[in-house]
Nanobody, 120 residues
Framework: QVQLVESGGGLVQPGGSLRLSCAAS????????MGWYRQAPGNQRGLVAA???????NYANSVKGRFTISRDNAKNTVYLQMNSLKPEDTAVYYC??????????????WGQGTQVTVSS
């Protein structure tokens, strides 16, 4: 019912930048929180950054000052600008969007994941 399409991953050298995008579509009544998570091999999926409908943001300590999350409510899209990338940022990045399909039914959807590799 709600589809998320991610884009923007790839291979980048240490110190470089990437911008991830995640667009939500479908029968969406409203969107509340939008966020980015990542999972490296052998690790659990963890929060990278999140943004509320009011624009409040939350970041993992490891990315504070380097990553910036933003959203375009008119496009139902969330972005993650990643600067000063480090090899330890290498992971599959997933977006998550939560909201309501109507006044009664909440939803929480995951994107398909996009690989980010930081290597020289």
């Amino acid at each position: 019912q709600v589809q998320l399409v991610e884009s923007g991953g790839g291979l980048v050298q240490p110190g470089g930048s990437l911008r991830l995008s995640c667009a939500a579509s479908g029968s969406i009544f409203s969107i509340n929180a939008m966020g980015w998570y990542r999972q490296a091999p052998g690790n659990q999926r963890g929060l990278v950054a999140a943004i509320t409908s009011g624009g409040s943001t939350n970041y993992a300590n490891s990315v504070k000052g380097r990553f910036t999350i933003s959203r375009d409510n008119a496009k139902n899209t969330v972005y993650l600008q990643m600067n000063s990338l480090k090899p330890e940022d290498t992971a599959v990045y997933y977006c998550n969007v939560g909201g309501r399909l109507d006044s009664q039914r909440p939803f929480s959807s995951w994107g398909q994941g996009t690989q980010v590799t930081v290597s020289s």
